[in-house]
T-cell receptor, first 113, second 111 residues
Framework: DAMVIQNPRYQVTQFGKPVTLSCSQTLNHNVMYWYQQKSSQAPKLLFH???????NEADTPDNFQSRRPNTSFCFLDIRSPGLGDAAMYLC????????????FGPGTRLTVL | SQKIEQNSEALNIQEGKTATLTCNYTNYSPAYLQWYRQDPGRGPVFLLL?????KEKRKERLKVTFDTTLKQSLFHITASQPADSATYLCALVAGGFKTIFGAGTRLFVKA
């Protein structure tokens, strides 16, 4: 089945230690998104790619970076995680013409010690 | 500033009844409004989309209304079942590829 996959599902890192979360898709969608979601809060858009075009949200901290080496894969790099970065990180995809319907992965739960 | 409000209090209803969830927004003129379901520890799952020129949309036991004058959407689940228990997120697409999500309302359906 076509899907969005996130690895790992659970990630534990230490304060200040860089971490990379990965997302892959078999849907061949043009657009890939990264969201941060904290408990009982709305998913907050960090950035998105339309093909290779990167779009950063104005309030996304510089600590968060992203890479999209090809259509299928997208990575979220957190350069120096702080305690406030502990959250669920959601990857989503979509393609033009579908009313922006988004297909989400299962998420990666990040714990910062 | 732009804002989406969903009732933060959980909604508890009896099986078989209709659940009605509310989404209010300010300072947006969305082209689309979407509803997603999110189970604990999982990513949201798309349910329904309604366009700005549509008043109502139905899909099986789900119904969504969209009032651009009131800046409000109502999401109904008829004949609710315990399996419908989840958090339901409202989302607005204002333009381009950016979607803004609400924090969701938690629904509990008791057998």
């Amino acid at each position: 089945d076509a899907m969005v996959i996130q690895n790992p599902r659970y990630q534990v890192t230490q304060f200040g230690k860089p971490v990379t979360l990965s997302c892959s898709q078999t849907l061949n969608h043009n657009v890939m998104y990264w969201y941060q979601q904290k408990s009982s809060q709305a998913p907050k858009l960090l950035f998105h790619y339309y093909d290779k075009d990167f779009n950063n949200e104005a309030d996304t901290p510089d600590n968060f970076q992203s890479r999209r080496p090809n259509t299928s894969f997208c990575f979220l790099d957190i350069r120096s995680p702080g305690l406030g970065d502990a959250a669920m990180y959601l990857c989503a995809t979509n393609t033009p013409g579908r009313g922006n319907e988004q297909f989400f992965g299962p998420g990666t739960r990040l714990t910062v010690l | 500033s732009q804002k989406i409000e969903q009732n933060s209090e959980a909604l508890n209803i009896q099986e078989g009844k209709t659940a009605t969830l509310t989404c209010n927004y300010t300072n947006y003129s969305p082209a689309y409004l979407q509803w997603y379901r999110q189970d604990p520890g999982r990513g949201p799952v798309f349910l329904l989309l309604i366009r700005e020129n549509e008043k109502e949309k139905r899909k099986e036991r789900l119904k969504v209304t969209f009032d651009t004058t009131l800046k409000q959407s109502l999401f109904h689940i008829t004949a609710s079942q315990p399996a419908d228990s989840a958090t339901y997120l409202c989302a607005l697409v204002a333009g381009g590829f950016k979607t803004i999500f609400g924090a969701g309302t938690r629904l509990f359906v008791k057998a």
